[in-house]
């Protein structure tokens, strides 16, 4: 191995640029930083990087893509929520509906239903393994009497009422020829393995049908 003791490397005159090594080598600097040399440090400042691309691990940790963005902890995350699972069933068709009594209104023709975690044989969306969470749930149905007392709307988890989730409609008996229908939504929470079923009355003194009903919801957080 050479060694040459100098003491100063300047560039050619006029030239403005000196070059030490080509591509690929390996330069090594011993000894203490003097003017106009950098400090050296356990990384580079972000002004130090004037051109060029930065690996996105140098970055932070996790997976950097096309959907994921870097926080301020230097972790990569997933851009916005994922409102995942989410589910949503309907039936067209007639369902007996007794009068004065909740009936389960089982919803078959799936349009949307991440992981089958609505089950159209028993009409129960289950909140899956790692799915804890805030749901937001919404059901719908439409009767055939012009002129019940009173349509009720509520949802059920684990087989009880939900707790605030029931509501109600008084139709216009006035207005023949239209068959009455109500809407229902309500947030709550579920943890994994819990069931929720849309059930729904009427109060016309006989027993009715459903014309057609909707069920579905989704995780919001």
């Known amino acids: 191995m050479s060694e040459v003791k100098v003491d100063s490397i ?37 002004s130090a990087i004037t051109t060029g691309t930065m690996a996105t691990a140098r970055l932070g940790s996790g997976t950097a893509s096309s ?7 230097q972790t ?23 009068s004065g009594a909740f009936t389960l209104l089982i919803n078959t023709s799936i349009v949307q239903n991440d992981n089958s975690t ?7 969306f289950t909140c899956p393994s790692g799915g804890d969470g805030t749901y937001y749930m919404y059901g719908s149905f439409r009767i055939n009497n012009y002129d019940p007392e009173r ?15 029931l509501q ?15 809407m229902i939504s309500m947030i709550m929470n579920l943890s994994a393995t819990d069931y929720v079923e849309f ?6 003194g006989s027993t ?11 995780k919001i957080k």
């Open 168 to 182: 109600e409609t008084v139709p216009d008996g006035s207005v023949s020829g239209r068959h009455p229908s109500m």
């Open 118 to 124: 609505y089950d159209s044989s028993n009409g129960r």
């Open 151 to 165: 349509i009720q709307g509520a949802f059920y988890v684990n087989g009880s009422q939900l707790a605030h989730s």
């Open 67 to 73: 959907s994921t963005f870097l926080r301020g902890d």
């Open 199 to 204: 059930r729904g009355m009427q109060q016309s």
């Open 208 to 218: 009715d049908t459903v014309f057609s009903s909707v069920f579905g919801g989704f």
């Open 76 to 98: 990569y995350a997933a851009a916005g929520e994922v409102n995942t699972p989410c589910f949503l069933a309907y039936k067209t068709g007639t369902t007996t509906f007794a």
């Open 10 to 46: 300047g560039p050619r005159v006029d030239s403005g640029t000196l070059t030490i090594g080509a591509a690929g080598d390996t330069i090594n600097i011993a000894g203490t930083a003097g003017t106009g040399f950098p400090t050296p440090t356990t990384g580079i400042a972000a």
